[in-house]
């Protein structure tokens, strides 16, 4: 189970990083008047904003059912999660490219461009620093044989997932906005920056779009992870009172996981020893699986 990371630090890391880079750069775009700066200076505004409302999400999702809300509100950092993806695609992706097309119909010479290059590095600085702390995070629950592209398609916790995203996208920016600015210095010629700036946008719609559809899957009802349910099934068959497991159904509710289990027990006649069984079995599979808040057994004799 994923109760490892903490996801709440992952967000402050990326929302002080962000915040003091969307400052540097927008400074240096009113400078410079370059087109790729401001796009960065709008992502970095962006993402800071995505920040601000996965806090809202993370606490929102933290209260406890409700008659209206029986399994709580736990899916509700998905909803929050979704709405980045969407500030994400139209904030920065849309701007940045609206603005590098602006620029390269209307091309501009760059003023002071190596203070731009100062502050570029300065944020792959920071942003990189933000998603070691992410990564650090996410290896405390990521399985050793699975890489990062796995676990970003594969993962529940959609707050580490945007975060990933948007650290990663805001790396590869940094790095296409630098070889803009250093080829509009080369030659001379502000179009290279107008290029890179519609270049980060399409990039930014990209990972929104990514972003977007392993969220969408998460707000319709995805269980927990594949690793996480043989483990589940494992575990169940491996308990000397269970005869066969038929089935084993998860819905996973943000943190919270509902798990519902049909199972052949060994005890058949004896009411009150077979209800002993299965009380055990709850209460050992709450310990090995903590996140599982709603737990409902079927004992059949077939599936």
């Not at 970095?44 to 904003?49: I, V, Y």
């Not at 970003?152 to 920016?173: H, W």
């Amino acid at each position: 189970m994923s109760q490892g990371a903490d996801s709440l630090k992952s967000v402050f890391y990326a929302l002080f990083a962000n915040g003091a880079v969307a400052i540097a750069k927008g400074v240096a775009a009113w400078i410079t008047g370059s087109g790729a700066m401001l796009a960065e200076a709008i992502h970095s505004l962006a993402d800071c904003s995505n920040q601000l409302l996965l806090l809202i999400g993370l606490k929102k999702a933290k209260r406890p059912p409700s008659s209206d809300y029986p399994l709580g509100y736990g899916k509700e950092i998905y909803f929050w999660s979704f709405l980045v993806a969407l500030v994400l695609f139209t904030l920065g992706g849309v701007f940045s490219i609206y603005e590098g097309w602006h620029k390269l119909h209307q091309p501009e010479a760059l003023k002071s461009p190596w203070l731009a290059i100062g502050v570029l590095v300065f944020a792959m600085v920071a942003e990189g620093l933000a998603l070691l702390g992410c990564i650090r995070e996410i290896n405390k629950i990521r399985p050793a044989e699975q890489n990062y592209w796995r676990w970003f398609r594969d993962t529940r916790r959609s707050e580490l997932m945007v975060v990933f995203g948007e650290d990663l996208a805001a790396l590869l920016g940094l790095s296409l906005a630098l070889c803009a600015l250093l080829a509009a210095i080369a030659t001379g010629n502000p179009v290279y920056d107008a290029w890179g700036s519609m270049a980060i946008g399409l990039l930014l719609i990209v990972v929104a779009l990514m972003i977007g559809v392993e969220i969408k899957a998460l707000l319709v009802g995805q269980g927990v992870e594949a690793h996480t349910r043989a483990e589940m099934v494992a575990f169940l068959e491996s308990e000397p009172a269970v005869d066969e497991v038929f089935n084993v159904l998860t819905l996973q509710l943000g943190r919270d996981v509902m798990v519902a289990v049909k199972a052949r027990m060994h005890e058949k006649t004896e009411a009150k020893k077979l209800m002993a069984d299965i009380n055990l079995i709850e209460s050992l599979f709450r310990q090995r699986f903590p996140h599982v808040q709603w737990l409902f057994f079927e004992p059949d004799v077939k599936d």
